[in-house]
C-alpha cells in the first residue's frame, strides 16, 4: 500500500537553500516575520525560547529539533524576559548562504546557545495546499537522527562537490520525512499526520493514495476503514480537516499538476491516472480547481 507521507513531501519536492550555526550570548530577542517557506533549527547546547505567532512560547534545549514547514513570524530569544525583539529580514529564494556564523546579543565570550538552523524551499507549485496538511510547528526533544543530518546538510552545503545540489535535495527530504514521522500525531492539528495517527482512517488515507484512479466514494472508504459511512466521513473531516472526497479532489490535481509539469504524459493520459474517464471531463474539474486548463497549465511549468 502507498505511502502518504512520503508522497506528499514527494510532490512538495523541497531543496537546500542554506543552514548556519547560531549563537546567543546574555540578553537578546530578534523576530522573524513570516516568509512561507519551511525552516528547521536543532539546539547543540544551552537554551533559548521559541515563540510562534499562535502557538504557546517553547524553551528549547540542547538535543530538541524543531521544524516548520510554513513559516509563520516568530520571536526567538535568550531566556532573559521583556527584551526587546530586533527584526531580521530573511527571503530564502533571494538570500545568499552564509558562511560565517550567526551571533545574537553579547559579541565577546563564549555563548550561552549555540544552535544550527535554516531554511530550504518546496518548488511543487501546490505547496500551499500540500503544506497546509502538515502542522504549523512540529517539535521533537532529544532525536539524534536529526541532529545528524541537520549537519550533513550544513557540510554538504557548504562544499562545492560534485552532485551537490542532488545530494542537498535527498537530505532534505529525509529530513523532512524524519521530522514528520518523529512527531506523535494523535495531539496533531487537523491534517495527514493526525489522519496516519488514527488507525481506521490511515487505512481509507494509504487506499486513497495508492490508487487515486480508482473511482473511490465515501462508502467504498469508510468500508476500507471498518466504519459505517457517517462515522467515516465525520471522523475523516475532523482528523485532516477536510472531507473525504475534497481530500480525494486536492491530492488528484496535485498528482495531475505534478505529471503536467513533467511534460511526459498527454492529457487524456494524465486524466486516466487520476480517475477521470475522458480528457474533457478532467480538463473541466481541472480548469475549474486550478484556475486555468491543463494545456496551458502545462506549457507554464
Not at 194 to 207: E, F, M, P
Not at 268 to 280: N, T
Request: glycine share 8%.
Amino acid at each position: 500500500m502507498a505511502d502518504p507521507l512520503a508522497e506528499v513531501v514527494s510532490l512538495l519536492r523541497p531543496r537546500a537553500v542554506y543552514s548556519k550555526v547560531i549563537s546567543g550570548a546574555g540578553a537578546w530577542a530578534v523576530r522573524y516575520s513570516a516568509f512561507g517557506e519551511p525552516s528547521f533549527c536543532t539546539m547543540l547546547e544551552g537554551e533559548c525560547v521559541l515563540a510562534v505567532d499562535g502557538q504557546e512560547p517553547l524553551t528549547l534545549s540542547a538535543g530538541d529539533f524543531v521544524l516548520m514547514p510554513f513559516t509563520p513570524g516568530f520571536t526567538m530569544s535568550g531566556l532573559t524576559p521583556d527584551v526587546p525583539a530586533v527584526p531580521v529580514f530573511v527571503n530564502p529564494k533571494l538570500a545568499p548562504a552564509p558562511v560565517d556564523d550567526i551571533r545574537h546579543g553579547r559579541r565577546e565570550g563564549p555563548p550561552d546557545v549555540r544552535m544550527l538552523g535554516g531554511y530550504f524551499a518546496f518548488d511543487s507549485p501546490d505547496a500551499a495546499l500540500l503544506a497546509s496538511l502538515l502542522p504549523t510547528l512540529l517539535h521533537v526533544r532529544d532525536v539524534g537522527r536529526l541532529s545528524v543530518l541537520v549537519q550533513l546538510v550544513r557540510e554538504e552545503s557548504l562544499e562545492a562537490k560534485s552532485g551537490r545540489d542532488l545530494v542537498l535535495e535527498r537530505l532534505v527530504e529525509l529530513l523532512l520525512i524524519e521530522a514528520l514521522r518523529s512527531t506523535p500525531g494523535e495531539g496533531a492539528p487537523p491534517g495527514l499526520l493526525r489522519g496516519l495517527a488514527d488507525a481506521r482512517l490511515s487505512i481509507a488515507l494509504r487506499h486513497l493514495h495508492g490508487d487515486p484512479a480508482q473511482p473511490w466514494t465515501v462508502a467504498e472508504l469508510a468500508k476500507k476503514a471498518a466504519l459505517s459511512r457517517s462515522a467515516f466521513f465525520e471522523r475523516f473531516s475532523r482528523a485532516v480537516g477536510l472531507p473525504p472526497m475534497e481530500y480525494l479532489l486536492a491530492w488528484r490535481m496535485a498528482v495531475a499538476k505534478d505529471l503536467l509539469a513533467r511534460n511526459d504524459f498527454g492529457i487524456a493520459e494524465v486524466a486516466e491516472r487520476v480517475g477521470y474517464g475522458s480528457a474533457s471531463t478532467f480538463s473541466t474539474a481541472f480548469s475549474r480547481h486550478v484556475g486555468q486548463s491543463p494545456g496551458r497549465y502545462a506549457r507554464q511549468h
